[in-house]
């Protein structure tokens, strides 16, 4: 993430980059965090509230598919080389199918999303979780059925 880049960035604009309140939380348009967001709200010009580059509007996409969220920020010191700050976004996240959720969605990110200006993906890895073992079964079980 290129904090000071966005640092630098003014708040109106922070706010369409993501599609949400900097101060509240809500969506543009909303009064609370956790209001479902609006992708329809639109302004006295009729534009919408929420852009067509915002990061909220392009990760929710048409709604159809969902995955479940558990980022971890961090911070490493300074870049030698330019003085930044090393710093990022663990982003993880949990679903059935990839090809029909993650995928789809990272790539929706990846041409359209406004917050590119301020992120850099530097990697990525996916990892085969297998559910509970039943009694009497073993780790992994379902993945040889
Ligand atoms: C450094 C990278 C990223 C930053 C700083 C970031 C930031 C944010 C912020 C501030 C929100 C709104 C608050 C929230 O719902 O948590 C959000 C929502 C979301 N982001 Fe990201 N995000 C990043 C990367 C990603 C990536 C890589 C994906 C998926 C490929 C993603 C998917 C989502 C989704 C699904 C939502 C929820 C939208 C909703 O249902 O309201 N984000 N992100």
Redesign the pocket.
């Known amino acids: 993430?290129h904090l000071e880049a966005w640092d630098r960035d003014f708040l109106a604009d922070q706010e369409a980059t993501?599609?949400?309140h900097k101060v509240s939380?809500a969506?543009l348009g909303g009064q609370h965090e956790f209001d479902p967001?609006n992708l329809a709200a639109q302004g006295s010009d009729g534009q919408p509230l929420i852009g067509p580059n915002a990061?909220?509007r392009l990760?929710?996409g048409d709604g159809a598919s969902?995955?479940l969220?558990r980022?971890y920020?961090f911070t490493d010191g300074m870049d030698a080389g330019t003085g930044e700050l090393v710093a990022?976004?663990f982003?993880m996240?949990y679903q059935r199918d990839p090809r029909t959720q993650?995928v789809p969605?990272?790539a929706r990110?990846a041409s359209q999303d406004a917050?590119n200006e301020?992120?850099t993906?530097t990697g990525s890895a996916i990892f085969a979780c297998p559910p509970g073992i039943q009694s009497g079964g073993f780790l992994g079980e379902a993945l040889f059925v």
């Open positions: 993430m993501i599609g949400r939380g969506s967001v990061h909220v990760a929710i969902k995955i969220r980022d920020s990022g976004l982003f996240a993650f969605l990272q990110l917050l301020y992120i993906y």
